[in-house]
């Protein structure tokens, strides 16, 4: 995925380090705001997504969700909350932020979320799109996300290596890799572990993305078929 300017509004000192260090981990540019106070005085900048924490110092996710619509139209915003969920979700959503996250939730859950989000809203505004069909799984090298065309589009939930792996083989349909050249270009020339890293990622991969045929060449290394 591309390098996105993203703003984070929250004010619970260990979730921000933690979701900053995620998404950062993504390539991202974030920018933190701890109270609500700051971030209404930034609404006039146009980040490529907001993450809002309704409940804040100062001036509250309402009114900056509010001021961000009024002042940046159609930049996406996902509201998260631990208060009332259920009230908290139809307020958001009626007031125009594109997504919600009740507290507590895990930082891998935002950064799903979020990819989808700005797989979409981004690439309808560029109106182009690399994404690899195969077996109707689709395959976003840029946004790196792979969806599930069986399963209502639903994200692959894959770690860092699974998705290095799949983006791989995937570039270079019915191309044979060996173990070598995959550890190499996944996990660096500095990697002194086993080659066997290599086997137990794409046994995981098999595992999330059944219907991809990721051929072994026993002895060699792996390949991924167009069918």
Known sequence: MGEYKIFLVEDEENLTEALKAYMEKEGWE????PDGDSAQNAVEETPHLWVLDIMLPGTDGYQILKSIREK????????????????????????????YLAKPFLPQELIIRAKKLLSRVYAEESGESNKIELNNYFIDPDARTVEDGENDNDLVDLTTKEMDLILLLTAQIGKALSREDIIER??????????????????????????????????????????
């Open 72 to 99: 940046q139209g159609d930049i996406p915003v996902i509201f998260i909350s631990a208060r009332d969920q259920d009230l908290d979700r139809v307020l958001g959503l009626e007031m125009g932020s594109d997504d």
């Open 186 to 227: 996944v996990w660096g020339e500095n990697y002194f572990g086993s080659e066997r890293a290599v086997d137990d990622v794409v046994r995981r991969v098999r595992k999330k993305m059944p219907r991809i045929h990721l051929e072994t060449l026993y002895g060699f290394g792996y390949r991924v078929l167009s069918s």
């Open 30 to 33: 974030v920018r933190v705001y």
